[in-house]
């Protein structure tokens, strides 16, 4: 199990994500009750009975999900899980910094996958709040390193609008 | 030069920390090996053939004298004495041992060195033109401007995993000297209007597929290139192929998109972006640009009498003028190349002690700086005439003396299959056949300016691509065989070469070049240079000359089976 890191704790993960089980379609799959995260053609086609039956969305991105085309729907997220299918795939770097800077998406902002300790500081850095660590990973290491390896930033980004130029006192 | 303020420094400090940290986890077995590579590349260090080979990054070429004398004892202490210079202005060495890489990184940190993104599919060293500040031709010294994209590139949050490694060249000259054609991304600075800008070339590279790169903007003023850069590098890092490794630089994403529908995505994508935050502020311009502004030049009126005299006198200090300093924009000053492609020593090699040598002739000679340029030389670029001869004689001294600078055996070569994992075939041993071959002086100035690029495969870290004469090591059936192309060209009419025909053995390769430079000298008109004679009479003479009385094709196959 991924261990989920919020707010500089591991966390209870109270989400389950919804997948598609052989022979499932994103019409036919049986929508579970409680805070489920569900993939993006699941809410494409089921979006009015999710809404009817579900307080709490989550909605689930893969790196070739196009957020333009989620972003008139971000009101109805609680939490959007960015998947890293392996950490070297740096899409959801670009995922991320759209909804949060583009598409103002306040929601929780989840790195879910491929999710290690040496990409922590670029994935806070991007909006992500929330990080399912691969398991078998030292959580608490992580927690306590990984976030912060550098005391200063140069760009802009999310968490830090103005880039260090900008900043300057002298 | 730009020196670093304290938060550049603790950043770099930081970052000594982190990979020391990355290190010990991935001994502990906390870290497996793939989830370590990017991180071990992203700080320059590379598994190879026979010990890790470990880049260290000369942003856009810039050194000054503390730097090199640490880079000496870097190699002497870590290493075998030596380190190779690369054509993107990096410093190679090739037996430092993985466990000692966190201690090089926190000396080189002492003199505001380091390895970030020397290599990894992330924003690589920014490149330009080694004469920056002080050609003759300079319409904006680039050197502020890369400075402010070498900060801007430094742990972008959103562009550490890009499909592929991302490359840069800027350049600030009317001729251009950074091979800006051929980069993920060149820039070429100039003015309009009285407005300083770029034009932006986007997708051109060499390696497995060489393209010249397409004009995405015409100009853009020099305030809006980060947030522009941005829109380039998110389009490509969210659309740009990540199946295949070798279709995933961004010059195959503008050719799958065609130039048109690429700029416009950039452009839609750089809308959101515009006058934003990263819109570089006139502040931030002048406090960089501050750092690069000129040295204390003394006024010379009069050329130097005794410098005069031993032109006249001394034909060997005439040529190595003639062939190895250029004009400077100030009057009474000449810059140095001190060539790394003496006859017989592995192109771009330098020892340490030769390193010393060169930080001490900076320091007396140069104000204490000096460059690196992508032909795999060092220049002193601000030597006064007076002093010429004195640099000359302690160069010389050296072995970095040999007037050879644009001339046949000023060879660009990669380190090739003695050192790379990559190599399809050896390098160096075919340019030192060949500086051996041509080892007379007269001979050499009698045939000119020609550019010789070695490549030991198709990644073309040697440029052969852009050579007048190129060779790219090839592997057939396990033997290492050498393509020859001729035609292709660096600078602002930049074009790739053309195959001549099948390739040679090492063995043949001095015979080969020998058999072209023979074609130019008896077609040659007065004042034409190898490459002016290439484009007059075309390609054809030069490959009946190399391929006859050598059977190919069906003759070579009938030969083959009558054996």
Redesign the interface.
Same mark, same amino acid.
């Given at each position: 199990m991924a261990q989920l890191i919020k707010q500089g704790n591991v966390a209870n993960d109270t989400w389950t994500t919804l997948t598609l089980a052989e022979g499932e379609t994103p019409e036919s799959v049986a929508l579970p009750a409680g805070d489920v995260i569900f993939p993006l053609a699941v809410w494409r086609a089921r979006q009015n009975e999710i809404v009817s039956c579900h307080k709490r969305i989550g909605l689930l991105l893969q790196p070739d999900d196009k957020v333009e085309e989620i972003a008139a729907d971000l009101q109805y997220f609680i939490v959007v899980a960015v998947h890293f299918p392996k950490?070297? @795939?740096? *899409?959801g770097?670009?995922?991320a910094?759209l909804l949060r800077q =583009?598409y103002h998406y306040q929601g929780e902002l989840r790195a879910v996958g491929d999710v290690?300790? @040496? %990409?922590l500081?670029?994935?806070k =850095?991007?909006g992500f709040d929330s990080y399912a660590l691969k398991d078998g990973? @030292?959580a608490i290491y992580a927690i306590g390193?990984g976030f912060a &390896?550098?005391?200063?930033?140069? %760009?802009?980004?999310t968490d830090q &609008?103005? &880039?260090?130029? *900008?900043r *300057?006192t002298a | 030069m730009y020196k670093y303020d304290a938060i550049d420094r603790q950043l770099i400090l930081d970052r000594v920390e982190q990979f020391r940290d990355q290190v010990r986890r991935w001994q502990a077995g906390e870290l497996t090996d793939d989830e370590f590579r990017p991180l071990r590349l992203q700080n320059g260090l590379y598994i190879q053939r026979h010990a890790p080979m470990f880049r260290i990054a000369v942003p856009y070429g810039m050194l000054n004298s503390a730097q090199l004398r640490k880079l000496a004892h870097v190699a002497r202490q870590y290493d075998r004495g030596y380190g190779h210079f690369t054509t993107r202005h990096n410093l190679q060495l090739n037996w430092p041992k993985l466990t000692d890489v966190p201690d090089i990184l926190a000396e080189l940190a002492e003199v505001d060195l380091h390895a970030i993104q020397t290599s990894g599919n992330c924003i690589r060293n920014i490149t330009t033109d080694q004469f920056a500040g002080v050609a003759a031709d300079e319409i904006i010294d680039p050197r502020p401007l890369a400075e402010i994209l070498r900060q801007w590139s430094t742990f972008h949050p959103e562009f550490a995993f890009l499909p592929r490694k991302f490359k840069f060249a800027i350049s600030g000259t009317d001729e251009d000297r950074a091979v800006t054609w051929f980069h993920d991304i060149g820039l070429h600075l100039k003015v309009v209007d009285g407005v300083a800008g770029f034009t932006v070339i986007v997708g051109g590279g060499l390696g497995r597929t060489p393209i010249r790169g397409q004009v995405v903007r015409e100009f853009l003023p020099w305030q809006h290139i980060l947030s522009y850069c941005e829109a380039i590098l998110r389009v490509y890092n969210r659309f740009g192929r990540r199946d295949n490794a070798y279709k995933a630089r961004i010059k195959i994403l503008v050719q799958a998109l065609g130039v048109e529908e690429f700029t416009k995505l950039v452009e839609a994508e750089w809308a959101h972006a515009k006058d934003g935050p990263a819109t570089i502020t006139q502040a931030e311009y002048n406090r960089v640009a501050a750092h690069f502004g000129a040295p204390a030049y003394e006024t010379i009126t009069t050329v130097d009498a005794g410098y005069q005299a031993k032109i006249v006198d001394d034909k060997a200090f005439a040529r190595w003028v003639e062939r190895n300093t250029q004009p400077h924009k100030v009057p009474g000053y000449r810059a140095v190349t001190l060539s790394l492609k003496k006859h017989g020593v592995a192109p771009g090699d330098i020892t340490s002690d030769q390193m010393e040598v060169v930080a001490d002739l900076a320091d007396r000679y140069s104000f204490g700086e000096l460059r690196i340029s992508h032909e795999q030389n060092v220049i002193l670029a601000d030597v006064k005439l007076a002093d010429l001869a004195d640099v000359w004689r302690v160069a010389k001294a050296a072995g970095l003396a040999t007037p050879n600078i644009g001339l046949l055996t000023s060879i660009i070569c990669c380190p090739g299959g003695d050192f790379c994992d990559l190599a399809n075939a050896k390098s160096i041993p075919i340019a030192t056949a060949i500086q051996q071959r041509f080892d007379d002086l007269d001979y050499l100035f009698d045939i000119g300016e020609i550019d010789l690029n070695i490549s030991g495969c198709m990644n073309a870290c040697g440029h052969h691509h852009v050579g007048h004469i190129g060779v790219l090591g090839v592997d057939k059936n396990n033997d290492e065989f050498y393509q020859v192309t001729l035609g292709g060209r660096q600078g602002n009419d930049a074009k790739l070469g053309k195959v001549i025909g099948p390739s040679f053995s090492a063995g043949e390769m001095p015979d080969v070049v020998d058999k072209i430079i023979k074609v130019y000298l008896e077609n040659r008109h007065p004042d034409e240079r190898f490459i002016d004679t290439f484009d007059r009479i075309g390609i054809d003479p030069f490959k009946n000359r190399v391929y006859e009385g050598r059977a190919h094709g069906k003759a070579k196959a009938a030969e083959k089976e009558a054996a």
């Open positions: 950490f070297v @795939d740096g *899409r770097y670009s995922t910094a =583009r290690l300790h @040496d %990409q500081f670029f994935m =850095r991007v990973k @030292d390193k &390896p550098f005391s200063e930033t140069y %760009q802009a980004s &609008p103005e &880039p260090h130029f *900008r *300057r | -």
